[in-house]
């Protein structure tokens, strides 16, 4: 979605999704993920880290699954489908919090963008969401392939909003992508220490 909001937007507010918008993944959820692919749990856990980079950087699903469970994957191989069904609703558990935050921020009329290190398959899940709406701008680090923290992904933000770094502000759980931003002159906020404006 590239469409401004109406009015003009001088300041910008830009949400991670991954443990910001949504929750943490649930253990039950990873564990019956390791399950579909027959690994015992540290196996797979090592396997859908070490890769999920790459992943998040526009691997195709089959590779990634692929090199997770150690075997090779056609695309079709109904194992994938089922493997990325489980993986999208491990974080599709959203944080109301957060996403009550960002509404009363849209209501309010900031100008707001998603900016999420994700996969092909969670980035169409998440724009298919009615609460993304609230984003003028979504960004995923699959379709940019750039992954937070590298540099390059915040100047690709900053083109997307036509904005000045100082007029952007960056929230994240992760300290590294919250490093990376401030060092690319948007003021950084690490999540959930974040003193964010409330609606007037």
Same mark, same amino acid.
């Given at each position: 979605? *590239?469409?401004? !909001?109406? +009015?003009?937007?001088?300041?910008?507010?830009? #949400?991670?999704? +991954? =443990?910001?918008?949504?929750? !943490?993944? /649930?253990?039950?959820?990873? &564990?019956?993920?390791?399950?579909?692919?027959?690994?015992? =749990?540290? $196996?797979?856990?090592?396997?859908?880290?070490?890769?999920?980079?790459?992943? %998040?950087?526009?691997?195709?699903?089959?590779?990634?699954?692929?090199?997770?469970?150690?075997?090779?994957? /056609?695309?079709?191989?109904?194992?994938?489908?089922?493997?990325?069904?489980?993986?999208?609703?491990?974080?599709?558990?959203?944080? /109301?919090? $957060?996403?009550?935050?960002? *509404?009363?921020?849209?209501?309010?009329?900031? +100008?707001?963008?998603?900016?999420?290190?994700?996969?092909? @398959?969670?980035? $169409?899940?998440? %724009?298919?969401? %009615?609460?993304?709406?609230?984003?003028?701008?979504?960004? #995923? @680090?699959?379709?940019?392939?750039?992954?937070?923290?590298? !540099?390059?992904?915040?100047?690709?933000?900053?083109?997307?909003?036509?904005?000045?770094?100082?007029?952007? *502000?960056?929230? %994240?759980?992760?300290?590294?992508?919250? =490093? &990376?931003?401030?060092?690319? +002159?948007? *003021?950084?906020?690490?999540?959930?220490?974040? /003193?964010?404006?409330?609606?007037?």
């Amino acid at each position: 979605m *590239t469409g401004r !909001p109406s +009015g003009a937007v001088r300041d910008w507010l830009v #949400f991670d999704y +991954g =443990q910001v918008i949504s929750l !943490p993944q /649930p253990p039950a959820a990873v &564990a019956a993920m390791a399950e579909l692919a027959g690994l015992p =749990q540290a $196996t797979f856990d090592e396997g859908y880290w070490r890769h999920r980079d790459a992943y %998040d950087a526009g691997w195709p699903a089959d590779r990634y699954w692929s090199h997770v469970v150690g075997r090779p994957l /056609p695309a079709d191989d109904p194992l994938v489908a089922e493997l990325d069904r489980a993986d999208i609703a491990s974080w599709s558990q959203l944080n /109301p919090r $957060t996403v009550e935050l960002v *509404t009363d921020l849209a209501a309010d009329g900031h +100008g707001l963008a998603l900016l999420s290190n994700a996969p092909a @398959s969670i980035a $169409t899940a998440i %724009d298919a969401a %009615d609460w993304a709406g609230v984003f003028h701008h979504r960004l #995923f @680090s699959c379709r940019l392939a750039l992954i937070k923290p590298d !540099p390059a992904i915040f100047a690709a933000l900053l083109h997307r909003l036509g904005a000045p770094a100082h007029r952007v *502000t960056f929230v %994240d759980d992760r300290p590294e992508n919250v =490093q &990376a931003a401030a060092e690319a +002159g948007l *003021t950084a906020l690490r999540y959930p220490d974040v /003193p964010l404006p409330t609606r007037r």
